[in-house]
């Protein structure tokens, strides 16, 4: 009771000399989206007829310039001033309410709970509200860390490639730029679109590019993934090729109606009259050794069970710029996850010109004849090392598979493999349950009577 009391007089003192601030809200229009690229004819195909780039930015402007959020900029009074720093000053240098919030703390988690209260920070001068905590048998001040599970690997760069012209050093993020780059240059429908890309993107895999193309082909999008996936597949029916960046794959559910109930199904429904074949859809993907539940996540499996788009993940340069260029050239809408810390850990010499790497095909990275070795992007380069201590240390002969296309993937190659070595083992980074080893485990052990199969996951 003494506790409340203290923690609100106070605060009713100090609010008498409150005055009401002054708010002022300013709304602002947009600028016009910007308009498609023209086709080589000069028009869009949308159904019957041809429709002008003009058209389509009148309707665009109509339809989809809303007002922005209001600008609001708040203008505090001298007295409102003087209010917040009494309160600040109050509670930052007062001991007594250190203390009194800490016994506070005591007296009712002593009471009601029995999980220990570890590394409590109150302040220099709460000593007192320190000493009483520690009175506590369930308390105790000793952090306990909990166990973390971490992939740990260096990476190896593949072999140069000779067969694509001139190379070039680069990491995974500036391949992923000169794959765009190529794009927008033999192009001139290509546009790309996402949550700050204008500037470069959070992982800079678009610097350079409006300043080179314009802002009517690279710009920015609000903050909105179903907006952004539901834009792409309305460009890609008109006939620009549409490529849309999802800022953290993490944030990729709220697209996924769109992805899965209309993008997938697009020429389907049509009866192949209509489709969105020319949409690409990029996100950074996967472990990074830290940001915690909402940007390490590997949501492939999810979409790996939605028949109508394809889901590839690249495990280097090299590998990312051939695939992304083939998603942007394929006929089907693709979802492109970048393994996102790799982007600068890995460093190869890639082409610079454009090419291509076949989807859902494979890649036997080693041979080996005791165990089949499967995985894709990050986890790889785990497995390459597996691989070299198991035959290092136990004379085990592993075959190491890039599966590249998680759908459709490659069930020949793999099965193939397995035939041969009679063990399978893969590896991932999704969650324990539901990842895409379990799909391609039932496939095989299906496939392969008496297969020795072990899927593995890293979090």
Known sequence: MYVVCFWTIPCCLVDNINRPAQITVRYERRSSLPAFARRRDGHFNAGQGKIGPSSIQGRLDKRLNPLTQPTVSTNYSPFRLKRDAVIIIFFLF??????????????LRGAVSKAPIAN?????????????????????SKTKTQRRNAAHFTYHPDPVPTEYGPTTKMNLFQSVTSALDNTLASDPTAVIFGEDVAFGGVFRCTVGLRDKYGKDRVFNTPLCEQGIVGFGIGAAVAGATA???????????????????????????SGNLFDCG?????APWGCVGHGSLYHSQSPEAFFAHCPGIKVVIPRGPVQCKGL??????????CIFFEPKIL?????????????????????????????????????????????????EKLGVSCELIDLQTI?????????????????LLISHEAPITG?????????????LKGIWIMACYSV
Request: aromatic share 8%; glycine share 4%; charged share 15%.
């Open 243 to 269: 490529i849309a960046e999802i800022q953290f794959a993490d944030y990729i559910y709220p697209a996924f109606d769109q992805i899965v109930n209309e993008a997938a199904k697009y020429r389907y429904r």
């Open 120 to 140: 409590v920070n109150v302040g220099a001068q709460s000593s007192f509200g320190i000493t009483l905590l520690r009175l506590s048998p369930n308390c105790s």
């Open 278 to 282: 020319n949409l690409t859809i990029r």
């Open 343 to 391: 982007y600068r850990a890995a460093v190869e010499q890639v082409p610079t010109e454009a090419y291509t790497i076949p989807l859902s095909q494979a890649e036997v990275i080693q041979e080996g004849s005791d165990v089949t070795l499967v995985a894709w992007g990050t986890q790889i380069h785990v497995l390459t090392e597996v691989a070299n201590m198991a035959q």
């Open 407 to 423: 759908l459709p993937w490659d069930t020949e190659t793999v099965c193939k493999s397995v035939a041969k070595t009679g063990r």
């Open 324 to 333: 992304l260029l083939s998603c942007i050239a394929d006929q089907n809408p």
């Open 94 to 107: 007062s001991p007594l309410t250190t203390a009194m919030a800490a016994a506070a703390r005591f007296l």
């Open 435 to 447: 990842g895409f080893a379990a799909e391609i485990s039932s496939t095989v052990q299906t496939t």
